[in-house]
RNA sequence: GCCCAAGUGGUGGAAUGGUAUACACGAAGGACUUAAAAUCCUUUGAGCGAAAGUUCAUGCGGGUUCGACUCCCGCCUUGGGCACCA
């Protein structure tokens, strides 16, 4: 009989998805583990060979883990809210929900096609209401604690997708969806504070098992930055500019003062500014100007000087002028710093207008101090402070704290921690995502006082707020969100006073879905709870969770900062700790054929049912885990998928060469070097496996078949399973079919994980490197074990290495245990 | 500009201080076949050599070491992240 994966593999997937061997069992005495991966956005191209390669990669642990014993939860759903599906409603006049299901139906039956062992009854998708009720219940709590408010800001404007954009959407100034140039336009939004956790998100890092790179990558955004706030008094004012800065240590070299163009001083002070009309000029011009323009090197530096405006340095009181510049971000520590010729920007300002500059930190290089002294070049490292007062001659580090305190001391500092994080801009004006369970009551705005008065949450017994249907999904003209023209449903009663009031109709990001779900898939069917308390007990952390390095500063830390709150309103029990994902790691994309990104534009798109269906799901599997390192970026090469096809036939036709019984009396020699390979594979494929090396995996496997294929015996029925096992969770169909093949009852992937023997590990004879100079000249088998002496003795009687030594004096031997032995002449 | 990865045959890669090029693809030759496909066998980093051998080669230049793809210093290139964060 041929390999026909066409025939093996749905036979095996019915078998396991109905009688059910994937079920995580709630209640279990065994230990848990969970597994997850990032699930998918269900868009209408279909599942991705990407998809594929982390999704098998983390199939595979949790595959080995159900066979070591543990009860295994490996979960999938849809983050199904976003505006793909959204803008194909939009062409084609059809209803998310009715999109949605499409394909969402095309991703499960592809998923089931591959053989991932995902408890298919656990489920979710955050658009279905049951589901989406508790998202909006999670807002209604941020909101109860003071995390969720409203605010005019000025905010990322996409005119093109007409929505507000979160500043970690806009990249490189333009929209991350449609590549529009983002525009800047006050507007009313829901903001998240997540930066009350900045401080939190940095620090419990340490207590998880993250790739490095992305703690590093968490950290710099969040961007956390000792340093103290500075009190410029203003003349004739009673008032200060706080200046935020880290180099308090050149406070004295201070010589102008410079504020960002929105800073809230010039429209407090309009009457005093003599050139105002100028001034103002100068921030609508820079309120089209996206941050990263504003602070690109490349550019010239622009600036206003405020005339009639004078401040003093409180550290040498003397008078300074007041500038504003665009590099100078509202946003970012108060949104003023002061200048001086420390600075390169500073420095270029100073120069370009002629505004008095002042050194006061030297370099440890004298060439260089001559030229900073000069103000010919701008030092901006630590140093010696000088023209410092009383604080001549001290280090830069050593002197922040002494200048703090000294200037705190006449009230006119204090040690500050900044931070780079934003709010989270949490409003979409769009219809495909959660409505936002809020609602505007006039009455109550006009006796609560407060800024947020008038807004109240909607009762968490009338949770889910349902997206009502509409005609059209486009969002309006107006930048409204297409629910504000059902005026049936944005028309409620309040649900204080229940007087006449107005819901909001924004919606939320696609990220509120994704924020919890990994609490959801523990318990995806309460409707009483967010999660039950001692589900949530035996369950959480999600134990091995990976995803992509582009979610690292988005999905991650967002999800991380809801886990957080969740934790301190005490919506599960506490004792599962503070952290949502213990292990953290992340894979490669895989590229087009020749290195570039896969995209219909460019046609190179691989769909994974042309290579199961050529191939099988085992090929595509295997290749995806041997095509290279798991976290490394990799093209795609259709030819390279035979390899795999032919390493699978060959296991198919070698299981025929199995002796019935156990070997009779002593095994030949051959016999017994196979099966001491087949026990170091069994070490290597476990060991690899927990190491993400799926690629040394697969080849380890490969090379134990070449030698079996080579072999003049077979392998006994107990060798051959354990072969199997190894196998089974690189490619479970092939390897189910030859189990049930060879007579087992069971199933394969329920089996207990080999153990390899010790003793069959062990080599009796190695071979031993002969090296002369660091050159290797001779390789010679000798006993496991020997001492340097006997490699001594054996290499010298070589007449080759004797020949090679001749008369020449024997300086050094050098002598690596079990391995090489080298000789320095 | 700053930060982080990576650079090894024709190609994907292996080796993390000790035999550089495992495994796989591709290519060439052969066996089987009327033929092709499939399969199997052999060869396959480059140079010199009839062979035994030997020299060179892991982006470039130095260094440490008996010994360096691996560690250190300086550079180049590519990819990713960030945007002068005061």
Redesign the pocket.
């Known amino acids: 009989m041929k390999y026909n994966p066409k025939k093996i593999e749905p036979k095996w997937q019915d078998v396991w998805y109905e009688t059910g061997v994937f079920k995580a069992k709630n209640g279990s005495k065994k230990k848990k583990f969970y597994v997850m991966v990032e699930f998918p956005y269900p868009s209408g191209d279909g599942l991705h060979v990407g998809h594929c390669r982390s999704y098998t990669a983390l199939d595979i642990i949790a595959r080995k883990r159900r066979m070591q014993g543990y009860n295994v939860l490996y979960p999938m759903g849809w983050d199904a809210f976003g505006l793909p599906t959204e803008n194909y409603a939009i062409k084609k006049g059809v209803h998310p929900s009715v999109i949605t299901k499409k394909n969402t139906e095309t991703f499960r039956t592809q998923m089931k096609s591959l053989g991932w062992s995902f408890d298919w009854s656990r489920e979710i998708d955050t658009t279905d209401p049951k589901y989406y009720k508790w998202t909006q219940w999670i807002f209604i709590q941020l909101f109860k604690n003071g995390l969720a408010y409203k605010a005019k800001i000025n905010i990322n404007w996409c005119p093109s997708c007409k929505i507000g954009l979160a ?2 959407e ?3 100034g333009n929209c991350e969806r449609c590549g529009a140039k983002v525009e800047k336009r006050e507007k009313d939004q829901w903001m998240i504070k997540i930066t009350n956790y900045a401080d939190r998100l940095i620090r419990d890092l340490d207590s998880v098992d993250y790739l ?2 992305i703690k ?2 968490q950290k ?2 969040i ?1 956390e ?3 103290a706030i500075v009190k410029f008094p203003v003349e004739g004012v009673e008032e200060f500019i706080e ?6 240590d ?1 406070i004295f070299s201070g010589t102008f003062l ?1 504020l ?1 163009p929105g800073h809230n001083f010039i429209e407090k002070h309009k009457g005093k500014i003599e050139n105002i009309e100028e001034v103002l000029k100068y921030r609508e011009d820079a309120k089209n100007v996206s ?9 010239d ?1 622009t600036g206003v000087q405020l005339k009639g405006i004078l401040v003093r340095n409180p550290a040498t009181n003397e008078e300074m002028p007041v500038w504003v510049a665009d ?14 010729a420390h ?4 420095f ?1 300002m100073a120069k370009k207008y002629g505004i008095a500059l002042r050194t006061s930190i030297k370099p440890d290089d004298e060439l260089l101090w001559q030229k900073v002294k000069n103000l010919e070049e701008c030092f ?1 490292g630590d140093g010696t402070l000088y023209n410092s007062a009383q604080f001549d001659g001290l280090k830069s580090a050593e002197a922040r704290p002494m200048i703090i305190t000294w200037l705190s001391s006449k009230g006119l500092a204090q040690p500050k921690v ?3 994080l934003r709010d989270w801009v949490f409003s979409r004006q769009h219809y495909w995502g959660e409505p936002i369970p809020m609602v505007f009551c006039k009455k109550c705005a006009s006796t609560g006082g407060s800024a947020q008065a008038g807004w109240q949450p909607v009762g968490e017994k009338d949770l889910p707020v349902k997206l009502p249907n509409v005609k059209k999904y486009q969002p309006t003209d107006t930048g409204e969100s297409p629910l504000s023209l059902i005026n049936k449903w944005v028309e409620t009663k309040c649900p204080k006073c229940g007087e006449d009031a107005k819901r909001e109709t924004d919606t939320m990001p696609n990220w509120a879905g994704s924020n919890w779900y990994y609490l959801r898939y523990i318990d995806p069917k309460n409707s009483k709870k967010l999660v039950d308390e001692s589900l949530a007990r035996y369950w959480m952390p999600v134990d091995w969770y990976n995803g992509g ?2 979610h ?2 988005l999905h991650l830390l967002y999800s991380r900062f809801i886990f957080k709150f969740l934790w301190d309103i005490k919506a599960f029990p506490t004792s599962i700790g503070s952290e949502p994902y213990k292990k953290r790691t992340s894979h490669g994309m895989v590229l087009g054929e020749g ?1 570039i ?1 896969m995209s219909k534009s460019k046609g190179n798109v691989i769909n994974p049912d042309v290579i199961v269906k050529q191939y099988g799901a085992d090929t595509l599997r295997l ?1 995806e885990m ?4 798991f ?5 795609w ?1 259709t ?9 699978l ?2 296991i198919w ?1 070698l299981s025929q060469k199995i002796y019935p019984v156990i070997r009779p009396g002593t095994p030949s020699n051959d016999g017994v070097e196979l099966r001491k390979l087949l026990h170091k594979t069994i070490k290597k494929v476990g060991e ?1 496996i927990e190491l993400m ?1 799926f ?2 995996a ?6 134990f ?2 030698a079996y ?2 072999s003049s015996e077979g392998l006994d029925k107990k060798d051959l399973s354990d072969f199997l096992k190894i196998l089974s969770p690189f490619a479970p169909h092939l390897a189910e079919e030859l189990w049930s093949n060879s007579g087992q009852k069971e199933l394969c992937c329920e089996q207990k994980w080999p153990k390899y023997d010790e003793k069959l590990i062990e080599e009796e004879n190695i ?1 031993l ?1 002969v ?1 002369i ?5 001779d ?1 010679i088998i000798a006993k496991s074990g020997l001492t340097q002496k006997e490699a001594e003795k054996l290499v010298l009687k070589s007449e080759k290495i004797q020949a ?1 030594i001749g008369k020449s004096e024997v ?2 031997i ?1 002598f ?1 245990p079990n ?2 032995i ?1 000789v ?1 002449i």
Not at 291 to 299: A, E, G, L, P, V
Not at 343 to 346: C, G, I, T, V, W
Not at 698 to 703: G, I, K, L, P, R
């Open positions: 500043n970690e806009v990249v490189a490095e790179k590093t990558q710099d955004w961007g930055s000792h340093g200046v935020f800065t880290t180099r308090v050149t410079i960002a941050d990263m323009d504003r602070t690109n090197q490349d550019k530096v590099f100078v971000l509202e946003q970012y520590g108060s949104g003023a710093v002061f200048a001086d600075d390169k920007r500073d270029k901006e900044s931070y780079k390095m582009e690292t500063t290195g990104k290749y041997f095509m290279g390192p976290e490394q970026m990799i093209p090469d030819k390279g998928v035979v390899g795999s096809r032919r390493f036939e060959k036709n690899d090396k690629n040394t697969v080849s380890s496997m490969m090379e078949v070449n294929q080579a071979l490197i090296q100079n660091g050159k290797v000249r390789k090679l300086k050094k050098v690596v391995k090489l080298n320095v």
